[in-house]
């Protein structure tokens, strides 16, 4: 969930662009003497672009739709494809943001669409990866919720609350996490089935290079395990996370506070067709938090279609309690339908019915559409 109170607090700084700048020419200049077959083998890039729509057809704060277009670009220079040593990798990605909330008229507290954010242009990562054996070490600009907190069953759900707990979303509003990103270092370790992770980050992710050093920090810990049961396949994820910030800034960038959270997932095939369960917690009971605990579940199923093998659909429960508010909780039911149209291009409609939107809103009824391109 991000505010119009953070509007005024993002803005591009140079520092940003002057860091990106300089490592480029500095790979730049060390590459030069290269084999450029080696180099040219060695840069990979992406590019994603999403736009969708969100309808609030009835209830919430006010009837009313709004639109949203999302951009990310970004390269990869991997060393061992470099001919230089084995394991390494600089990633740099690009994130713009068009848009306006669909929170205003529907009035939710978990947000119904995952890639709302500030109307921005932004450096959104800048790191190096060093892979030794079964350790890897990343540092630099990185979205921790890329590697903490994430399900894989449930990443096509379009509310917030699927892939960021909103235990930690809500009460920690400059937490690592889309659209925002902050300067950390983090290791994990994997081996018989186990990953072991952990993760030390700026406390202010609106802010990344404005005086990081100075505006808190976030640490995170993960424990995993994946294995075979009944012939499916699980993962079972554990996680702390502990935010320190200093009095000036806890109003805008989040309380010292901490909390858990879990994610457990399952999938397995029947009759051709591939199926995921997922099923997610999160506690942060410290009475200075507004959302002291969530229950999210759902199931997703691909490959139910002959003629369409790249398909997909699901249905997803999101409930968070609220303290303070006239109901007790807030609760969304999701379901979505992800058509893959041509290659590398998804169309994907998508339903929520929010009950109680903020703990005070009428029950709201929201479609959603979202037409997904992504290139590499």
Known sequence: MYTDRHVTMCRTRRPVWLLCLGICALTGQTVSTADAASLSNAFSWNLHLSVDGADNFSGGAAPGAVGNATGKAGFAFNTARAGWWSGGRLVTEFLAIKNSSPEKYVGDIQGVNNLTGLNRG???KLYYRQNMGNATLRAGLISANDYFDASGVASRFLNVSFGFTPTIGVNVPAASSYPFSS???????????????????????????QNPYHRGDMILLEADRSGSVDGGHYTVKVGAWQNSQIPQYQSALGNDTSGLYSIEEYRWKQDGMAWGGFLELGAAPNPVNTLPWYLGAGLRLRHFWLARPGDSLGIGMARAWLRGTLHRAETDVECYYSAKIISHLYLQPDVQYVIHPSGSYPNALVGLLRLRMRFS
Request: net charge negative; glycine share 20%.
């Open 122 to 124: 932004a450096l959104y």
């Open 183 to 209: 300067l950390g270092v983090m290791g994990s370790y994997s081996a018989h089935g186990w990953t072991a992770m952990g993760g030390v980050f700026a406390g202010d992710a609106i802010h990344p290079l």
